[in-house]
């Protein structure tokens, strides 16, 4: 809520900060938030594994909780560059006419609100056992329905972005 609040009062600038190595601001959007949804991919699966449901009976390594935890992380760090630059060059968009970002915006709002909700989950103790799953599935969700109302939009809309 406070982000969305934010990007609905800051005045939005319309240009970039930094573009790290890429070409434009949209390609690192792009391939930034690309690798965040990889990631989030990965901390799925390592979820899965974790908890044992997968179909494979293998048994989990040691190291697997320490990676779920880092690709956790770099998710995270990888959205940040892409959620500032949403929020400090276009704002939050309000206006149903502009209906895919409106929800993109709505979308990113509900992903760092679900990423914090899960950070909670995880630091508490006592909760239902059904509390940390929803609430991993409602971050990797949102963040996989961010990247298609925006990185998956630029890549079949404008075109694939080059570094």
Known sequence: MALGTYGRVHDPTGHAL????????????AWLATVAVALGIVQVLSALWLYGRVP??????????????????LAFVFSLPVAFHCLWSLGFKAHW??????????LGCAFYGAFAAKVII??????????????GALVFSALVAVWCTSSLWFF???GFPSV
């Open 97 to 106: 006419s502009q209906s895919r970002v409106f929800t993109h915006s709505l």
């Open 18 to 29: 930094f573009t790290l190595f890429f070409t434009n601001t949209l390609s690192m959007k």
């Open 56 to 73: 494979w009976k293998a048994s989990v390594p040691a190291w697997l909780g320490d990676a779920h935890r880092l690709t956790g992380t």
């Open 122 to 135: 995880v630091r508490s103790k006592g909760l239902s056992g059904w509390a940390l799953p929803i609430a």
């Open 156 to 158: 079949t809309h404008v």
